[in-house]
T-cell receptor
Framework: SAVISQKPSRDICQRGTSLTIQCQVD?????MFWYRQQPGQSLTLIAT?????????ESGFVIDKFPISRPNLTFSTLTVSNMSPEDSSIYLC?????????FGSGTQLSVL | DAKTTQPPSMDCAEGRAANLPCNHS???????VYWYRQIHSQGPQYIIH???NNETNEMASLIITEDRKSSTLILPHATLRDTAVYYC?????????????FGQGTILTVHP
């Protein structure tokens, strides 16, 4: 099974600033996925990050707000831009291994 | 996508079997049933998945009814560490493995 490391594990940020979350996988994967989990809610897919191409965003999420980088097959970043308190959530990176998804432990973001 | 219905919460005594039901009455013939769980402050963890036949692995058993309209996840000997939110997910075959639609799940509490 894939081992996923996310950094930072948590952060407290001021509104209007940006935070970049890093996701490192211990094996090469074609696609990486970014999810958001708002307080008390279930998970929602933000985007799919493919190496060598633009990320594919789900309805309700835009690149200007959540730019994603995918420089190689083991690494991706998600930036939460111009943050507001509504962005306070857990952000999770995940990868596919055969028919299963593996998740990182998440980044808990609080925006003041 | 087929919608799933799960009870919001369940209790189970430690050492006993935990049987978590899921209704997916609109499931199509080629849609898979997946189960994930999320322990507090962690990312979701894959448990098991199946199409038509019952499945068993080291974590759990999945029983799918003959008409496929419902399924039951069985944790044969629940421990305190099995306390988590359990998600039943139906995945269409042509949907990216990374694009899972998580519902609200069932909060399973295992008590001594």
């Amino acid at each position: 099974s894939a081992v996923i490391s996310q950094k930072p594990s948590r952060d407290i940020c001021q509104r209007g600033t940006s935070l970049t979350i890093q996701c490192q996988v211990d094996s090469q994967v074609t696609m990486m996925f970014w999810y958001r989990q708002q307080p008390g809610q279930s998970l929602t897919l933000i985007a799919t990050a493919n190496q060598g191409s633009e990320a594919t965003y789900e309805s309700g999420f835009v690149i200007d707000k959540f730019p994603i980088s995918r420089p190689n097959l083991t690494f991706s970043t998600l930036t939460v831009s111009n943050m507001s308190p509504e962005d306070s959530s857990i952000y999770l990176c995940s990868v596919r291994d055969k028919e299963k998804l593996f998740f990182g432990s998440g980044t808990q973001l609080s925006v003041l | 996508d087929a919608k799933t219905t799960q009870p919001p919460s369940m209790d189970c005594a430690e050492g006993r079997a935990a049987n978590l039901p899921c209704n997916h009455s609109t499931i199509s013939g080629n849609e898979y049933v997946y189960w994930y769980r999320q322990i507090h402050s962690q990312g979701p963890q894959y448990i098991i998945h199946g199409l038509k036949n019952n499945e068993t692995n080291e974590m759990a058993s999945l029983i799918i009814t003959e008409d496929r309209k419902s399924s039951t996840l069985i944790l044969p000997h629940a421990t305190l560490r099995d306390t988590a939110v359990y998600y039943c997910i139906v995945r269409p075959p042509r949907t990216s493995y990374g694009k899972l639609t998580f519902g609200q799940g069932t909060i399973l509490t295992v008590h001594p």
